[in-house]
């Protein structure tokens, strides 16, 4: 079993639709990143939690310490978000963790 | 203020064969991570160079090696290469002890045939 699960796996919704994503994780762990990852390869840095609640335009992040699960929605979807994203956790001295990612597709 | 600079982006290289691959960290990081990347998996952590010391390494064979110079800058060299080596490889960068977060190069595919 993996230390970090994603589900789904993979995501196809239309365009203005509420997307949840979600990350469960086995490890201790000092802090939980939400990354993008877009076809070219790069990776965009959109979260890191230790705890509680961030929204940043219309993607929130949540993590619940004690159940060890993190969600990502984006809240009125637009193509433009198909990417692939990425759950990973922090362990110690900055070693990340990653989840195998949630291809997201949204049509319009 | 630039990100983390890779390069090169793409590289084909013959079984067998030994490569260098490179990784400028975003102005003010420290520590330089490199990650692999096999196509629809999640990234793997191979190591980590902070003061020029390797300070934590991944499950990757001696064939991976790594070197962090005074400028923080960082190298990844591969020996002997095998076809399961090829994948995408991704450098992070961040400040100790990391309160800043990662950020990440848009790496190097490396191809082996």
């Known amino acids: 079993k993996n230390e970090v699960e994603q589900s789904p796996q993979n995501l196809t919704a239309q365009e203005g639709e509420f997307i949840t994503i979600n990350c469960s994780y086995s490890v201790g762990i000092s802090a939980l990143h939400w990354l993008q990852q877009h076809p070219g390869g790069g990776i965009v840095s959109l979260f890191m939690?230790?705890?509680g609640k961030k929204k940043h335009g219309r993607l929130i992040a949540t993590i619940n310490i004690q159940e060890k699960h993190s969600s990502l929605h984006i809240t009125a979807s637009h193509p433009r978000d198909s990417a692939v994203y990425i759950c990973?956790?922090?362990?110690?001295?900055?070693?990340?963790?990653f989840g195998q990612g949630t291809r997201l597709t949204i049509n319009p | 203020d630039a990100g983390v600079t890779q390069s090169p982006t793409h590289l084909i290289k013959t079984r067998g064969q030994q490569v260098t691959l490179r990784c400028s960290p975003k102005?003010?990081?420290?520590?330089v991570s490199w990650y692999q990347q096999a196509l629809g998996q999640g990234p793997q952590f191979i190591f980590q160079y902070y003061e020029e010391e390797e300070r934590q390494r991944g499950n990757f064979p001696d064939r991976f090696s790594g070197h962090q110079f005074p400028n923080y800058s960082s190298e990844l060299n591969v020996n002997a290469l095998l076809l399961g080596d090829s994948a995408l490889y991704l450098c992070a960068s961040s400040g100790n002890p990391g309160a800043s977060g990662y950020t990440f190069g848009s790496g190097t595919r490396l191809t082996v045939v």
């Open positions: 939690l230790s705890s």
């Open positions: 990973a956790v922090e362990q110690g001295a900055q070693k990340l963790v």
């Open positions: 102005s003010g990081h420290d520590t």
